[in-house]
Nanobody
């Protein structure tokens, strides 16, 4: 089992920046992938960015060039640097840890952190 604790959300004006952090209760190298998802009111939860245990990254088209996912292995931490924020980035952001073992897989979620971008 993995516990995830997020921090860094808040209110920012459009064009501004925020940095989200997610601390895992175990080594992130033992987790197949860690990612950030978001859910806006009335919408489905969507993938924002993901980083694998090997360090590969992937981003939603809507955030490419603006958001950067990174990790601090020694601190079991994954960060999401969000620049050039837009009002449509407003959502609750969730940290995710995805673990696969042979034919089984598990997803763990943080409690979520609110990001609000004012236009």
């Amino acid at each position: 089992q993995v516990q995830l604790v997020e921090s860094g959300g808040g209110l920012v004006q459009a064009g501004g920046s925020l940095r989200l952090s997610c601390v895992a209760s175990k080594s992130i190298l033992s987790i197949n992938s860690m990612g950030w998802y978001r859910q806006a009111p009335g919408k489905l939860r969507e993938l924002v960015a993901v980083i694998t245990s090997g360090g590969s990254t992937n981003y939603a088209d809507s955030v490419k060039g603006r958001f950067t996912i990174s990790r601090e292995i020694a601190k079991n931490t994954v960060n999401l640097q969000m620049n050039s924020l837009k009002s449509e980035d407003t959502a609750v952001y969730y940290c995710n840890a995805h673990i696969r073992v042979i034919l089984q897989q598990w997803d763990y979620w943080g409690q979520g952190t609110q990001v609000s971008v004012s236009s």
